[in-house]
Structure formats: structure tokens, C-alpha cells
């Protein structure tokens, strides 16, 4: 990250993580937490492509804490946000256009790679981390069929209805 | 140092990943109460297991020592049971003025009659026709000359000279072993000894034709026996038949114990033999 794009990606930190604790957070709490919308992890997902894998993960697992934090849910989502710095780099990676990125592309939206692309990206990247966080939240594989599974279908459904709404709405370029 | 950053630039992502998924498992585990729950309750079901699994392969590392031990152990119990059976008998005097009960062990005199040594068969042959095995006790543990040598299951063989660590055996097949024994429940008694032919098989002699032996009686050593303890197995008989113009039976007999399979065995000491000798020699004399 340079100066040109590092206030960007703060605001964003600041902006979801308010949007996560102080709206979202209370519709999970509304629906007795069998939904759970986490858009939060945008921040992960909008963060440079060209950022070293280490960075995204630990960034990743501050803003879960951060949002753990607020929540009372300690370590939580700082794990949902850890492996989800790390998958995004193996998402990118699979989906990376033919001759690489370039510095004309530096963060991955529909802007830069068309809104099939960023779909795509988007619902592999949402889907494990919700899958890890409700994982994390039962912390035992005997609820796997019974919640686990389903609690991420329907957080996932909703959860891109989300993602999808925020970024028509803001364009987020850098 | 080097290939550490190289590490680190290769799987640097990776490494960060699984220490703060560690860190995270850490926080999730200490400080969310249901999540505890189930990290206290797998915790108690599992640990159990990874003791357990400790334990077996503790066990079997040591299994050399625990065999050394249960030998030892053998050793010590064989003798007790053998005392038992053999010097326990009631005091001379019954007409005892504290009346205590006739069985009770301040009115026996134990007279121990043997004590056993547990070795391990170092070397051992049974093709040939005279044969000798090497055990790993000698004179330093205490073995002498002429004492019995056998196993849980049977006999073994004679010891006939000590070195300071070693001793060299006689097989059971061996053309001079004579072995004093038994039909179980018969008085009579005849010498065990070996035909050179079967490995697994020794002949009973001497005993009267008139004796009933039947395939699969039971052979042990007789209570004439000074090398061996009395009662001890020898084996089972195979065929018993009287031999044309004889008044004895031929009687082979399958051993209890095989010669080949031989690794464990006890050095028959027997506190007497001294005494008993010189009394022979006694007798020689004259």
C-alpha cells in the first residue's frame, strides 16, 4: 500500500466495521443470530491486489477483531477475516485475467473486471468466510449439517444482496 | 537464517495465517462461554484418548525391561510355589502350649528347597546329535555346575560348565542326558533320555510293563529328581508299547516345551545338592 491508496482502504476499515456493529449486528441480533449479514469483509476483499499475502491475512484478522471487539464474539470473526486474507489471494489468483494484473486494475471491482467477474470472486470469497465464521461460532463439526451448513446458505444469500447493493452504490475505485 | 526469509517469502502467508488462527482459537476458546463448553467437553474426550495412546507406546518402549521384570518376577513366584509344594511340612512338635491354629505359618518350617535364576537362551541347536545352548547368567549370577535348566512349559537341559557371565548347557538332546521323571500318579519312576532321532520327542525307559500308560498321560520329574523340581511337566506321551523280551515299556514322549523354540529359562538351584553329594561321596568311600 502507497499513499495514494491507503486513506481509501481506512475509511472503508472505519465505515464497514460501523456498518457491521452498529446496523448490521443488530439485525443478526433481531433474527435471534440465525442470519447473520457480514459485509465487513469488503475491507479484505477491496484491499490492493498487488498487497503481499501476510498483510492481507493479518489485516484480515484485525478488522475481525476489531469487529469482535464491539460484538463480544473474541476471536470469531478475527478468524473468519484471517483465512479469508489468505483466500482471497488464492481466489485472485485462480481468477486472474490473461497476462496478470496490472497497476491499471488496483483493487478488484466490477469497475476494472465487469460485474460477471466480480460476482464470481465475490461469492467464493463470502461463502468461505461466512462457512469459517459460523464454523467458528459452533466450534464443534457435530452442528455441521444440522446449522452450520444451512446458517451459511442463508448468510451468504443475504450477505450478497449486500455486497452487491454497496457496491452499486459507492463505485469503489482505489 | 537464509533459508528462513526464503521460507517466509515462499509461505509467508501461510505461516501468518496459522498463528493467528491459532491466536484466534485461543481467544474464541477463552473467552466465549459456549465455545469453551465445547473446547472443555473435547478436551476431556480426547485427552483421554491421547493418554491412552501415550500410555500403549510408553509400554511398548519399555516392553524390554517389563519382560526383564516379569522374568525376575517368574523367577521369585516359581520359587514360592515350588516351596510350597516341596518344603513345607508341619512342626515336629504338636503338642504346643500356645495353640495356635495347626496351618498357621509360625508352626511350619519352610525349608526352601530351590531358588531360580531367569536367563535368556543366547545360542542354541538342535540338529546335531550331541546338543549344547548358551544361557546369558554364569557364576557371577550365581549359576553352578549340574543344575537343571527349564522353561514355563518344560525342560531344557543341564548346565555343565560357567563362565563368569555365560553358561553351556546341555540340551535335553544330548546322548548322555538322563532326566528322572515321571508318569503322573504312577509310583514308578525310569529315565528321560534322547534317541538322537526326534527333535520334540525323548524316550521314558524303565518303566515295568505291567504299568497302564496311555497316549497323551502326562510326563513330569520325580520326586527323585535333584536337579529338577519335582512335578515339574516334561511332556506328554505319544506311544507307550512293551518291548519283545523285555520287562520295561518303550514310551516316547512329545515334549512339553520344544527344544527349538527355547528363550526364556529358569536355572534350577537346588540349596541341597552340596549336602546330598558329599553323602553320596560318603557311600563312595567306604
Same mark, same amino acid.
Given at each position: 500500500m502507497n499513499s495514494s491508496n491507503i486513506f481509501p482502504n481506512i475509511y472503508r476499515f472505519i465505515g464497514l466495521v460501523a456498518v457491521q456493529v452498529i446496523i448490521l449486528s443488530q439485525v443478526s441480533l433481531a433474527a435471534n443470530n440465525y442470519c447473520n449479514i457480514l459485509l465487513y469483509p469488503l475491507f479484505i476483499l477491496f484491499l490492493p491486489i498487488e498487497i503481499a499475502t501476510p498483510l492481507a491475512v493479518f489485516l484480515g484478522f484485525l478488522v475481525g477483531l476489531t469487529v469482535d471487539l464491539f460484538i463480544g464474539t473474541y476471536g470469531v470473526n478475527a478468524s473468519a477475516g484471517a483465512l479469508s486474507g489468505y483466500s482471497r489471494a488464492i481466489i485472485l489468483h485462480q481468477f486472474a485475467p490473461r497476462g496478470g494484473y496490472s497497476s491499471k486494475e488496483p483493487i478488484p471491482t466490477p469497475q476494472y473486471f465487469g460485474w460477471r467477474w466480480f460476482l464470481n470472486v465475490a461469492a467464493i470469497f463470502f461463502a468461505v468466510h461466512i462457512f469459517w465464521y459460523f464454523a467458528m461460532a459452533y466450534f464443534t463439526p457435530v452442528y455441521l449439517v444440522g446449522k452450520i451448513l444451512p446458517q451459511t446458505i442463508l448468510g451468504w444469500f443475504l450477505t450478497m444482496i449486500v455486497v452487491v447493493l454497496y457496491t452499486r452504490i459507492f463505485h469503489p475505485k482505489v | 537464517m537464509h533459508s528462513i526469509i526464503q521460507l517466509f517469502v515462499r509461505h509467508g502467508g501461510l505461516l501468518t495465517l496459522v498463528v493467528l488462527q491459532v491466536v484466534c482459537l485461543y481467544l474464541i476458546a477463552s473467552y466465549n462461554a459456549a465455545q469453551r463448553q465445547v473446547a472443555t467437553a473435547s478436551w476431556v474426550k480426547y485427552s483421554g484418548d491421547v493418554m491412552d495412546w501415550k500410555t500403549r507406546l510408553y509400554d511398548y518402549l519399555d516392553l524390554r525391561d517389563e519382560n526383564n521384570r516379569l522374568r525376575s518376577e517368574n523367577a521369585r513366584l516359581q520359587t514360592l510355589l515350588i516351596n510350597a509344594r516341596m518344603g513345607e511340612r508341619p512342626a515336629v512338635d504338636t503338642f504346643s502350649l500356645r495353640r495356635e491354629p495347626s496351618d498357621s505359618a509360625s508352626q511350619k518350617i519352610v525349608r526352601p528347597e530351590y531358588t531360580f535364576i531367569p536367563a535368556r537362551v543366547v545360542s542354541n541347536s538342535i540338529g546335531g546329535r550331541n546338543n549344547w545352548m548358551i544361557i546369558n547368567r554364569g557364576s557371577r549370577d550365581g549359576v553352578q555346575p549340574n543344575s537343571g535348566v527349564i522353561t514355563a512349559d518344560g525342560l531344557a537341559g543341564i548346565v555343565r560348565y560357567v563362565s563368569e557371565d555365560f553358561s553351556m548347557v546341555m540340551s535335553v538332546l544330548h546322548r548322555q542326558t538322563r532326566i528322572s521323571a515321571a508318569v503322573k500318579h504312577q509310583a514308578y519312576f525310569g529315565s528321560l533320555l534322547w534317541d538322537g532321532e526326534n527333535p520334540? @520327542?525323548?524316550? $521314558?525307559?524303565?518303566? &515295568?510293563?505291567?504299568? @497302564?500308560?496311555? &497316549?497323551? !498321560?502326562?510326563?513330569?520329574?520325580?520326586?527323585?529328581?535333584?536337579?529338577?523340581?519335582?512335578?515339574?511337566?516334561?511332556?506328554?506321551?505319544?506311544?507307550?508299547?512293551?518291548?519283545?523280551?523285555?520287562? +520295561? $515299556?518303550?514310551? !516316547?514322549?512329545?515334549?512339553?516345551?520344544?527344544?527349538?523354540?527355547?528363550?526364556?529359562?529358569?536355572?534350577?538351584?537346588?540349596? +541341597?545338592?552340596?549336602?546330598?553329594?558329599?553323602?553320596?561321596?560318603?557311600?563312595? !568311600?567306604?
Open positions: - | 520334540q @520327542k525323548m524316550v $521314558l525307559s524303565d518303566i &515295568p510293563y505291567h504299568l @497302564k500308560v496311555k &497316549p497323551r !498321560d502326562t510326563i513330569e520329574i520325580s520326586h527323585y529328581s535333584l536337579m529338577f523340581p519335582e512335578g515339574h511337566m516334561a511332556g506328554i506321551v505319544d506311544t507307550a508299547y512293551r518291548v519283545d523280551g523285555s520287562n +520295561f $515299556l518303550h514310551i !516316547d514322549v512329545r515334549l512339553s516345551q520344544n527344544p527349538a523354540g527355547i528363550n526364556n529359562v529358569y536355572i534350577v538351584n537346588n540349596k +541341597f545338592s552340596a549336602q546330598l553329594d558329599q553323602l553320596q561321596q560318603a557311600v563312595k !568311600d567306604e
